[in-house]
């Protein structure tokens, strides 16, 4: 069993940076690396994801903003989160695929003030 762990997250103010990383508790090999959230009384909605051949792809109320990116290392993936906005106050979740399986992390708290 593979456990992700997510760090990164806090409390930042309107238009600061944080970034995301997560991290498997061995070593994997996922096809699909992404990033959702979930907001307080909404459902989890996907925010970026990077896949074979490091395609990418990005919500559209990310995109512009949020930037992914991966090492072998693992590997870890990375969310570099500018210009952020109160609206992305959420628990931030990666999610790893592979060809069999489907992981998910306990998620890291991003909190925007206005």
């Known amino acids: 069993q593979v456990q992700l762990v997510e760090s990164g997250g806090g409390l930042v103010q309107t238009g600061g940076s944080l970034r995301l990383s997560c991290s498997p508790s061995r070593t994997t090999s996922p096809e699909t690396m992404s990033w959702y959230r979930q907001a307080p009384e909404k459902h989890r909605e996907f925010v970026s994801g990077?896949?074979?051949?490091?395609?990418?792809m990005y919500a559209d109320s990310v995109n512009g903003r949020f930037t992914i990116s991966r090492d072998k290392v693992k590997p870890t993936v990375y969310l570099q989160m500018n210009s952020l906005k109160p609206e992305d106050t959420a628990v931030y979740y990666c999610n790893f695929k592979t060809r069999r399986s489907d992981y998910w992390g306990e998620g890291t708290q991003v909190t925007v003030s206005s």
């Open positions: 990077i896949y074979l051949r490091s395609l990418t």
